[in-house]
């Protein structure tokens, strides 16, 4: 059997949550465990192209919408960026504004979720697992607007904290990202969807064309961050 590809290469996080939204629908559950299910009715951008896996600065998201129309970003980041955050938070707002043609009412705007699984801590505070929303500073219970949410894990750290409870869902994903390579871990996950994408991600990392787009995305990245 080849050696197993890493779930947290952009390349191949895309190439197994674009393609089985039911996959997607389920991690986006875990991390928002507190929130009604939703279900990934449609990915909006399933397409990989292969020439952009060189790019400088390309980061392969994936948008999808649910049955209610919210929009949902999710992304692996395995590098920061100095001006992070700023980006973050400009696509975010971006996808936002994107729904919207000229002229038409801001009540038609459908929420925008954004999910950013990090491979780096990014707060010096023991929390893994951050929700950003416009809340009034000094009464957080007020909330100007759902419009915009915004999920960080740091996943080295969330890895360490093992989430536990409500949380324990999300801690497979975690460990799934992480440990992906140690059989005795993964043998140890009874949750049916992470068990799955384990078996997607065997699958992937048997195909050659994979393994090799696997490796350019990687090089680049290495390029990227030596530069």
């Known amino acids: 059997m080849p050696a197993l590809l890493d779930p947290k290469n952009d390349f191949v996080f895309k190439r197994l949550f674009a393609g089985a939204p039911h996959l997607l629908a389920a991690l986006i559950n875990a991390v928002r465990s507190g929130e009604a299910p939703v279900e990934v009715v449609e990915v909006l951008n399933p397409r990989i192209d292969a020439a952009a896996l060189t790019g400088q600065f390309i980061v392969l998201d994936v948008l999808a919408r649910d049955a209610a129309g919210q929009l949902f970003n999710i992304e692996m980041q395995v590098r920061r960026h ?3 955050p700023l980006r973050s938070a400009y696509y975010l707002a971006r996808t936002l504004a994107n729904q919207l043609e000229s002229g038409e009412d801001y009540a038609q705007l459908k929420p925008v979720i954004g999910i950013h699984l990090m491979d780096f801590e990014l707060f010096e505070q023991a929390q893994a697992h951050w929700c950003f929303e416009l809340r009034d500073r000094h009464h957080s219970a007020v909330v100007l607007t759902a419009s915009l ?4 894990i740091e996943l080295p750290k969330a890895d360490r904290l093992r ?3 409500q949380a324990a869902v999300l801690a497979d ?3 799934y990202f992480e440990h992906w390579q140690e059989d005795t871990i993964m ?3 009874t949750h049916a969807p ?5 078996q997607q991600l065997q699958a992937l990392s048997a195909d050659e064309e994979a393994q090799r787009l696997a490796f350019v995305r990687e090089r680049a990245l290495r390029d990227e961050n030596s530069e």
């Open 163 to 165: 989430p536990a409870g």
């Open 82 to 84: 100095a001006d992070w």
């Open 187 to 189: 043998n140890a996950i």
């Open 194 to 198: 992470v068990r799955q994408a384990l």
């Open 149 to 152: 949410q915004l999920h960080l």
């Open 173 to 175: 994903w975690i460990a």
